[in-house]
């Protein structure tokens, strides 16, 4: 994997305990049984076991935010009063919704941010040399990346930068449900990333 100067943003997890990442994706450990889920800032147990699987996005903006970031369930609730979670009739989760979004890290947080319904690998590249951070729509799988991608979209990562990797330019991003260090803070070339790419995103500038 190749190195990238821009990792001044902090590894979060949208799990409170990043060493049950990997059993929980795969369905071996409840999230209930999560020892640690007071540090997410939850109210309760239940609240954490509920939300937590659905919080990529303000994980990935949490990270962007640096030092000025809540806890991610402080930033959870302030997304839904914005509108950037909601939920439905029959208790579905939905979100992150990308433009209430990016009122609220405009509105709450002052940074320039933008709604990208329609991206580009190549496109992210550019954002990032100038400066700014892309959530980006990714299939979850990103996290395994030596096995074909089964879809794109689903899941949210940050990116930081451009980085080289043995096969060629890459991205490098935070990745909110990596099961260890090399998948929670990766480098992937730019052609592999567009594999799990959906083709959408915000962007925003820097808050660190």
């Excluded at 951070?133 to 879809?151: D, K, M």
Aim: with cysteine.
């Amino acid at each position: 994997m190749g190195t990238c100067a821009a990792c001044a943003y902090p590894s979060h997890t949208q799990f409170a305990s990043p060493d049950l990442v990997a059993g929980i994706v795969a369905g071996e450990v409840d999230r209930a049984h999560d020892p640690a889920w007071r540090e997410s800032g939850a109210t309760n147990l239940g609240d954490y076991a509920r939300w937590c699987g659905h919080l990529c996005g303000a994980t990935c903006l949490r990270m962007a935010l640096g030092d000025r970031a809540p806890s991610l369930f402080e930033l959870r609730d302030e997304a839904v009063r914005f509108g950037a979670y909601t939920v439905d009739a029959e208790g579905e989760i939905h979100g992150m919704v990308y433009a209430p979004a990016v009122k609220y890290v405009r509105e709450v947080y002052g940074l320039d941010a933008a709604v990208h319904r329609e991206l580009t690998v190549r496109e992210i590249g550019e954002l990032v040399d100038a400066g700014r951070l892309v959530v980006a729509s990714v299939h979850c799988s990103i996290r395994r990346p030596e096995e074909p991608a089964p879809g794109r979209g689903g899941h949210l990562v940050l990116v930081t930068g451009r980085t080289s990797t043995p096969d060629g330019a890459g991205l490098h991003f935070h990745n909110p449900s990596g099961t260890d260090a090399a998948t929670r803070t990766a480098d992937l070339p730019t052609g592999r990333f567009a594999d799990f790419f959906a083709g959408r995103g915000m962007s925003l500038a820097p808050g660190v």
